[in-house]
């Protein structure tokens, strides 16, 4: 047998997949990790945890299948991306808990910056807006907050790395400071039209060069890893969202994908010339192979599963997450409660950091049927935020089908919702782990053993296709209650 090894470290938890050599999976291992939360919108995580998570999954899938290290042609990585590290160059230890991507303790950082003129320039070259979700904010922050730390940085003691590097750093021993396209455009200090670093945005940061990775294609050669009972090449890098572009096979213009993880992210595959966003959405790599860069317009929404885990955490009102769609469906279809999930803040296309959640039309007779229906019902509001800022960009009709993956897509009521509201198809795939299969299909294609784009996307399969039922009146009126209770939060 023939395997590929996919490790996709996401924001609760790391995950290992076997893939078959006909890219099926045949076994998984999943172990959750500590969520930190130091101060109000801080969100940290401990890499260690994070790195011993990630031994601990690949090492038991391969025990699971009976895999050994010489069976195993390649190793794809997909990672939570914009969540930063920086190490010791000789020890390989943190120097702080990586600060996750959630995180929005640079929020003053960004308005000064914003402030003093700097937004355009850096929107210019990066695709990206000033805030805290990305990653150049949250480096200049570990380096001009722990002490010693600039020093060192500019010494060349320390390195910094998105969750994908210092994975790569671990399990090369040291031998490999990299990453890929996907990750690089998604730290703020990357030209995504030049493919190099921004010595000017470094420098506005204060962000050494000598601490980046050196940016490769996203199948490539990573080097290789002694960890697990053998030498295994790690031929494949991609950041979650644009693993699951990959895995859904939207690589022609106009194909758009959405994922419902623990926040929602909508990719648009816009083609090898990047489009700029009049309505605040970001402009990102979404692949990059054999030196081409294909790019896409994204769309990032915090909070989605998020919502669903505070349902189940913190109300206690569902014991499990599938339990939320069960609910939702009891809830009284005469009362019309909004919940705006701005937990840590409002996405885009409103990009409103310091905005916190709130609930509107609640009466006597509000229960838990109603609060669940209100918390599946907001994901697919952003989502269409999304789907209408993106139409606006790329100019295009309302035929687009939307191509749905992550732990919500398997909810079959969450799924027509989100068609009701958005008034368009929505097509769940047959392989839901499409995140962990793009990882896959990187290293595995690069190894030789996976075919090539146009061969992979023959293989994708529809498992269901979602048609909208809800009458266009009723659709309208919930938008616009969702439009009005997004203004009441943000002006609170």
Known sequence: M?????????????????????????????QEFTQYFPQEGWVEHDPEEIWDSVLNVCRQVMDKVGASAEQIAGIGITNQRETTVVWDKTTGKAIHNAIVWQDRRTAEICQRFRDAGCEDDVTAQTGLLLDPYFSGTKVKWILD???????????????????????????????????DATNAARTLLFDIHKGNWSAEICDLLDVPLSMLPEVRDCAADFGQTGLFGGA???????GDQQAATIGQACFQPG???????????????TGTQPVESKNRLLTTIAYQLDGQRTYALEGSIFIAGAAVQWLRDALRIIDSAPQ??????????????????????LGAPYWKPDCRGAMFGLTRNSGRAEIARATLESIA?????????????????????????????????????????LGAPVD???????????????????????????????????????????????????????KRAVQATMAF
């Not at 295994?232 to 991609?238: E, F, R, S, T």
């Open 255 to 269: 194909m758009m994908k959405s994922t419902y993880g623990t926040g929602c992210f909508a990719l648009l595959n």
């Open 145 to 179: 907050t722990v002490p010693g730390a600039r020093d060192r940085a500019e010494a060349g003691e320390l390195l910094f790395g998105t969750i994908d590097s210092f994975l790569i750093w671990r399990l090369t021993e040291g031998r490999v400071h990299a990453t």
């Open 232 to 238: 295994i090449p790690i031929l494949g890098v991609a």
């Open 381 to 421: 509001f952003q989502t269409r935020d999304l789907w209408h800022a993106m139409q606006g960009d790329w100019g295009a009709e309302a035929d687009v089908i939307l191509r749905v993956d992550g732990g919500m897509s398997a909810s079959d009521w969450a799924m027509q919702g989100l068609s009701d509201i």
């Open 2 to 30: 023939t395997y590929i090894l996919a490790i996709d470290q996401g924001t609760t938890s790391s995950r290992a997949i076997l893939f078959d050599a006909q890219m099926q999976r045949v076994g998984t291992a999943q």
């Open 428 to 482: 769940r795939p047959v392989m839901q782990e499409t995140t962990a299969l793009g990882a896959a299909w990187l290293a595995g294609m690069k190894a030789g053993v996976y075919p090539d784009q146009a061969g992979f996307a023959d293989t994708w399969a529809l498992d269901q296709r979602f048609e909208p039922i809800l009458p266009e009146a009723d659709r309208e009126a919930a938008y616009a209650r969702w």
């Open 324 to 345: 939320s769609g069960e609910l939702a469906a009891q809830a009284d279809p005469n009362q019309h409660v909004v919940l705006v999930p701005a937990f840590t803040g």
